[in-house]
């Protein structure tokens, strides 16, 4: 990236297959800008859904296996609408603490009784299930937790959900396109289907490459989000020519394997090198790869440290994450080369307070 006239090389996009830039994405979105113009226009409800919209929402749905989807314009607008069209005052909403802000912002407006469970613990989620409560029950998990890079434990959650007739909500912003044998994501790696976890939440923001969000599930969720969700009827549609980048690069995600298994491979050889360092790494076998450092002053000064080496690597500090656990949020991408990742430890490794801070935390 150049910022400033400077070139930097770049840790902190969520493009993890590198299909922002892809050529067939890029072709894919000018020639549906040139037919159908740049905006939507209005609402999809009124007029702005279009022929590309509707191709996508089936094309989503069949990749990750269910009767249907509906696309919204951004992640943060899916996740209010699923919360707060499905709950309500009387209901209750269980969400992991380290739950992206969208999450917990529905289930807070969906005025639902509202519960945060400690990061993972699955037990600790039970003992709240089996307490005596009306109406509807929903836990809403990430997939893969967007500061720490770890997957959700989303088998003991669908068994607990199953035991206790509550339904599973998963937000797999970062797992789709990345994990499972086909990309399908968290739950195609988890082995879990549509029983399951009745509730997919996708974004397009992130390793699609382009913008935008769907919702994935039963007919009836589908009907029940598009007639009564607010977050999908009073706002733009999404532009139909991003819905037709989309298209494509959902078409490149399932041509191109390759682009998974490097930035897998990325994050794999990172971990290889980082551990020889001491690098306190946190338990991720995604692209994401945390780096602790502790105090927010520590971690300022780590970025700041690799940017004079021509490194963008955010700090990522409170309340984004728990107090005291400020940190680097390194991801990688398919767009980058294994010597890039080289570079990055090489640099850390200079770092003596990072590695120094990092064995005494
Ligand atoms: C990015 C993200 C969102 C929000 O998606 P946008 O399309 O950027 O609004 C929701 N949930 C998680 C876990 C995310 O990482």
């Known amino acids: 990236m150049r ?108 005025g639902a009784r509202f519960s945060r469970y400690p990061h993972a613990d699955v037990g600790a989620l039970a003992a709240r299930l089996v307490r005596p409560g009306t109406g509807r029950a929903m836990v809403v998990t990430d997939g893969v937790f967007s500061m720490d890079g770890d997957v959700a434990p989303l088998r ?33 790696a988890a082995g879990l289907d549509a029983v399951d976890v009745p509730i ?37 549609a999404l532009p139909p020519a991003v819905a037709a980048a989309t298209r494509a690069s959902l078409r490149a995600m399932q041509d191109e394997p390759w682009r998974r298994e490097r930035v897998l491979q990325h994050a794999a050889r990172f971990r290889r090198e980082a551990a020889t360092l001491g690098l306190r790494l946190l338990e991720s076998g995604t692209p994401i790869q945390p780096v602790v450092l502790g105090s927010e002053a520590a971690a300022v000064a780590a970025s700041d440290a690799l940017r004079a080496r021509g490194l963008w690597v955010p700090a990522i500090r409170p309340p984004t994450v728990p107090a005291g656990s400020a940190r680097l949020r390194i991801t990688f991408s398919a767009a980058h080369a294994d010597a890039d990742v080289d570079l990055l430890v090489e640099a850390l490794a200079r770092l003596p307070a990072t590695v120094a801070q990092a064995d005494g935390a």
């Open 200 to 236: 997919l939440m996708g974004t397009l923001g992130k390793a699609f490459g382009t913008f935008g969000a769907f919702v994935a599930g039963s007919h009836e969720l589908i009907e029940t989000l598009l007639q009564t969700a607010r977050t999908y009827i009073y706002t733009t």
């Open 3 to 110: 910022v400033d006239g400077t070139g930097l090389l770049a840790f902190c996009s969520n493009d993890y297959l590198g299909l922002a830039d892809h050529p067939r994405v890029v072709e894919a979105f000018v020639a549906a800008a040139h037919e159908w113009g740049v905006g939507s226009g209005a609402s999809h409800l009124v007029s702005g859904h279009c022929r590309e919209h509707h191709a996508l929402e089936e094309e989503l749905a069949a990749f990750v296996r269910r009767p249907r989807a509906l696309l919204f314009s951004t992640g943060y607008m899916a996740n209010l609408a699923v919360v707060t069209a499905l709950l309500g005052r009387g209901d209750r909403v269980f969400e992991d603490r380290l739950n992206h802000a969208s999450l917990l912002d529905a289930g807070l407006a969906s």
């Open 156 to 188: 003991e959650l669908a068994a607990a959900c199953r035991a206790h007739g509550a339904s599973l909500f998963v937000d797999d912003a970062h797992g789709l396109g990345v994990l499972g044998a086909m990309g399908r994501g968290s739950l195609e």
